[in-house]
Each structure stands twice: as structure tokens, then as C-alpha cells.
């Protein structure tokens, strides 16, 4: 079993940042890959990024590829999501999400066995 723990999210105006943190707990979750995932409501949850158990290798949703930076702590069970020059249409709760697929990073909502209880990022323009 993993458990996830998101913090981070808040309001921020457009252009603004914010930095979403995802605490993993389990004895094998640095084995995970993890993802960042969010959901309009309304709408179906959506990739955002991912990034594979040793860190090496990261993948990115093409709206987000540029503003978006995941990284991961494996000493501590972290994965981080910086983001930088939000817009509205960021606005949306993110979810954490972790993968025994650990050595690729993966897209699919049905491939993420874990999830977190998600953080609410509100983007005002």
C-alpha cells in the first residue's frame, strides 16, 4: 500500500506560481513512478506529468511542457510540482498519483494504482 498526501495548492493570480508537494508513505514507494494528474469539474482527469522511480526520465502534457516541472526525493518520499506562469485555464484540483509501472513514466489514469486526495489550484485572471 501507498498513501498520498498533496499540499500546496491555493489561489494565484495569472503569470503567478505555485508549488504543489506530494508526500508518499509505504515501504516500496520509491519503487513507484508518480504522477501529477487534475480534473476540471465536470471533466475527466487528465495527465499533467509524470516521472519514473529513479528520476531520470520525466514526461509532460504539451499544454503544461515548459511551465511545469516535476521532480521527485526519493530520500524523503517527495514529488514536487513546480508550476510557473499559470492561466486560468490551470484552475482545477491535482492529484498525486503513483504507478508499480516504475520504470517508465505513464499517461494512463487506470495505470496509477494510488492516488491522493487531491489540492485545489484556483488560477484568477
Known amino acids: 500500500q501507498v498513501q498520498l498526501v498533496e499540499s500546496g495548492g491555493g489561489l494565484v493570480q495569472t503569470g503567478g506560481s505555485l508549488r504543489l508537494s506530494c508526500a508518499a508513505s509505504g515501504r516500496t514507494s520509491s519503487s513507484y513512478s508518480m504522477g501529477w494528474f487534475r480534473q476540471i469539474s465536470g471533466k475527466e482527469r487528465e495527465f499533467v506529468a509524470g516521472i519514473e522511480r529513479s528520476g531520470g526520465r520525466t514526461d509532460y502534457a504539451n499544454d503544461v511542457k515548459g511551465r511545469f516541472t516535476i521532480s521527485r526525493d526519493n530520500t524523503k518520499n517527495t514529488v514536487d510540482l513546480q508550476m510557473n506562469s499559470l492561466n486560468p485555464e490551470d484552475t482545477a484540483v491535482y492529484y498525486c498519483?503513483?504507478?508499480?509501472?516504475?520504470?517508465?513514466?505513464?499517461?494512463?489514469?487506470?495505470?496509477?494504482?494510488?492516488w491522493g486526495q487531491g489540492t485545489r489550484v484556483t488560477v484568477s485572471s
Open positions: 498519483a503513483a504507478t508499480p509501472y516504475g520504470g517508465v513514466v505513464v499517461r494512463g489514469v487506470w495505470q496509477y494504482h494510488y
